[in-house]
């Protein structure tokens, strides 16, 4: 594993998050926080959802050692592909004939009124599940070949299009605007799956998938071992990998029983958090996991050790960083990027509160990340979800106990209560002894060091920003 390839990846992210940030200053600014944003975001959030868990490890940490060891590969992936595509679509169609059944289910707070509202939403969103489930597959398919570029900057043809539609729509009521921004949600996919299928098609992957789709009703008995195997892993590794995302769809969905607002809190809080956890921890799991699953393949443990170490110090520096940061100017940098038009300073005061409470869970949510890659990496995909679901069983609990007291930062704080468990239990399951021996390492006193920095730059930057304001 090269670090290029996660400066590759932090890059692209980075360009993406950046006009992500753009599209959510412009949504504050056109829509504020009210019940027309709660209505677009909770629209928004079982696509978004899903993408996330897709896009950032589910499909690939199940499908990949798989792949990797299969030895007809062509017709394994056009198989894996058909059979999701199909289920996919059938999935969508359900969710149109049913979305507004669809819509009381993740939204149980709202009234009769915003769900008649919202379904028709929900169910235009959703057909950009379609779209993202192809361009994971084809991302998958680049990241065995090393290339990681294409699908760490292609999420930002996603939020151009929203921009567009929000610049476009912007003298307009707040019903048109919300199904513009459903429209655009579609035309970003449809743009992504296109750029992936260009690049697909210079890096040779469209010839594999042509062989696997010629020889397929012939010879797809070759690959039945290799299905069920997925298959077995696959599920397990969707719940493994979506804690923190589905943690943000309980909070979406708990909130909707408080005041009007608060699941905008919560997005705007959330998206300020999911920047370094996917600018940094992602990023690098990414990047990582092709090359540890590999070295275990072949029992080199001790270079697949090595690999992990030298990643291991770098996002404790980097996520400890930012988490001092955020939580020292959060409301400083809450201001900074929302406050403006319909998003006042009440709600930059709200917002800022979910913020401190979703940062303090970045580092577990980041490392969680890193040492899941061995559980992945050896099919212990059942192991991953036994431990998902316990984290998110106390993150529930947490939430219940801690929502009428603390409204909607007590969901962000019950969030990371449930993160800390998630890492802490991924320790257990990977081993003492390789956790110790990604520790040591004669970067450790650097990564501390530059935290340390970091919240001393930010507690002074603070106290000057006093003086002024």
């Not at 493994?240 to 909130?255: K, Y």
């Not at 709600?347 to 970045?362: F, H, Q, R």
Request: glycine letters at 6%.
């Amino acid at each position: 594993m090269r670090f290029s390839s996660i400066f590759t990846n932090s890059a692209g992210i980075l360009v993406s998050r950046i006009f992500g940030f753009v599209r959510d200053l412009l949504t504050a600014s056109v829509l504020g926080a009210n019940i027309y944003s709660d209505i677009f975001f909770v629209a928004f959030k079982l696509p978004n959802l899903f993408r996330r868990i897709f896009a950032e490890g589910a499909f690939v940490q199940s499908f990949m050692p798989t792949f990797i060891a299969s030895k007809n590969k062509s017709l394994f992936a056009v198989a894996v592909l058909i059979r999701f595509f199909l289920f996919l679509m059938a999935a969508s169609l359900l969710v149109t004939l049913f979305s507004e059944e669809v819509t009381r289910a993740i939204a149980l707070g709202f009234s009769e009124e915003a769900v008649a509202a919202a379904a028709p939403l929900v169910a235009i969103n959703f057909y950009y599940l379609d779209f993202i489930f192809l361009v994971t597959f084809l991302s998958a398919l680049l990241q065995y070949k090393e290339h990681f570029a294409t699908t760490a900057f292609s999420t930002a043809l996603l939020n151009l299009s929203m921009i567009t539609a929000l610049v476009l729509f912007r003298h307009e009521e707040p019903e048109k605007i919300v199904y513009a921004l459903s429209f655009s949600v579609l035309i970003g996919g449809l743009l992504q799956l296109l750029l992936h299928l260009w690049t697909a098609g210079r890096k040779g992957v469209c010839k594999v998938l042509f062989a696997g789709i010629y020889h397929l009703n012939r010879k797809k008995e070759l690959v039945q071992k290799e299905l069920k195997k997925f298959s077995r892993s696959f599920f397990p590794s969707v719940l493994g990998n979506s804690t923190a995302q589905v943690s943000s769809f309980i909070d979406t969905w708990l909130a909707s029983f408080l005041v009007s607002g608060s699941i905008s809190y919560l997005f705007y809080a959330n998206r300020l958090f999911q920047l370094p956890l996917a600018l940094f921890a992602t990023a690098a799991s990414v990047a990582l996991f092709p090359t540890v699953s590999k070295l275990l393949k072949k029992g080199l443990v001790e270079n697949a050790k090595n690999e992990s170490k030298r990643v291991f110090w770098l996002l404790v520096a980097l996520l400890g960083g930012a988490s001092a940061i955020g939580v020292i100017l959060s409301e400083e940098i809450v201001k900074l990027l929302f406050e403006r038009g319909a998003f006042d300073a009440h709600d930059s005061a709200n917002t800022s509160a979910v913020l401190v409470m979703y940062l303090a869970g970045l580092l577990p949510f980041g490392l969680a990340k890193l040492f899941s890659l061995w559980l992945y990496a050896t099919h212990r995909q059942s192991d991953a979800a036994k431990i998902a679901a316990k984290s998110l069983g106390l993150n529930i609990i947490f939430s219940l106990i801690l929502i009428y007291p603390m409204k909607a930062p007590g969901l962000a704080l019950a969030s990371t209560l449930g993160g800390w468990a998630l890492f802490l239990l991924t320790l257990k399951a990977v081993g003492a002894d390789i956790f110790l021996d990604i520790m040591r390492s004669k970067n450790a006193p650097l990564s501390l060091g530059f935290v340390t920095v970091c919240a001393l730059a930010a507690w002074g930057l603070k106290v000057i920003l006093d003086g002024y304001l």
